[in-house]
């Protein structure tokens, strides 16, 4: 094979490489993306009961948005965290956190504040 002919093949291999690279890099990009990003719904119980609306936005790894609660009554900015189907999230200014594990299009776990903790569970809105 003269020089040319291999110098092309090189190319053309290195090439399909980074092709292959940019679309598997961008396909875990998009599955990963925005998963939790949206709109849910749920309720919780224990020392307080209610229901909660959570509006989310997806970096990564990291959640931000704010949640609607009837009891307390209000809309409060939250933040947090998900990896590996765990999640951990708080609102500051009621003194909330929550913990739990995500499944697809669903949520659950634990809560605690200053006044107590029990349950929640939520599913995301189509």
């Known amino acids: ?3 040319p002919t291999h110098i092309r093949r090189i190319t053309a291999l290195l090439a399909l490489a980074c ?3 940019v679309l598997a890099a961008g396909s875990t990009h998009a599955a990963s993306s925005s998963t939790l990003g949206g709109k849910w719904t749920g309720h919780y119980g224990g020392a307080v009961s209610g229901h ?3 509006h989310w936005r997806q970096t990564g790894s990291r ?3 704010r949640i609607t609660l009837s009891r307390p009554s209000g809309t409060y900015s939250i933040g947090g965290r998900v ?3 765990k999640i951990r999230f708080g609102a500051v200014s009621v003194g909330a956190k929550y913990r739990g ?4 299009t669903s949520m ?6 200053p006044q107590g903790g029990g349950s929640w569970s939520a599913t995301k809105a189509p």
């Open 101 to 104: 594990k995500v499944r697809g």
């Open 52 to 54: 909660f609306t959570i």
């Open 1 to 3: 094979m003269d020089a």
């Open 108 to 113: 659950s776990g634990t809560w605690t504040n």
């Open 83 to 85: 990896q590996d189907g």
């Open 19 to 21: 092709c292959g690279t």
């Open 63 to 65: 959640l931000h948005g």
